[in-house]
């Protein structure tokens, strides 16, 4: 069975440090991109960071570049997401996902990890 579990959100003030952990069991990580994304309520879900399989090339969304960064450990199947100087805006679940080289869609996603940062 493939699983995907985020772990590490919870609530922070503005200005203040996450790292959100994502662990895939079931399948090789090394094997796949991932991506981590975001939904606000009320708001469509949106790519914020990716890493190609290869872990030389990485996708920011403009909202959070220069203060989020994408990782992955392959030697512990798990990626990572730190986020530095958050800001009340970047409150959202957080989902990590993984897909094929080869396909724009991502196949496996994670249940989500509630970031909420207070003003």
């Known amino acids: 069975q493939v699983q995907l579990v985020e772990s590490g959100g919870g609530l922070v003030q503005a200005g203040g440090s996450l790292r959100l952990s994502c662990t895939l069991s079931?399948?090789?990580?090394?094997?796949?991109?991932m991506g981590w994304f975001r939904q606000a309520p009320g708001k469509e879900r949106e790519r914020v960071a990716a890493?190609?399989?290869?872990?030389?090339?990485?996708y920011y969304a403009d909202s959070v570049k220069g203060r989020f960064t994408i990782s992955r450990d392959n030697a512990k199947n798990t990626a990572y997401l730190q986020m530095s100087s958050l800001k009340p805006e970047d409150t959202a679940v957080y989902y990590c996902?993984?897909?094929?080289?080869?396909?724009?869609?991502?196949?496996?996603w994670g249940q989500g990890t509630q970031v909420t940062v207070s003003s």
């Open positions: 079931g399948r090789t990580l090394s094997n796949y991109d």
């Open positions: 996902a993984v897909k094929d080289v080869w396909s724009p869609d991502y196949r496996y």
């Open positions: 890493l190609s399989r290869s872990g030389t090339s990485t």
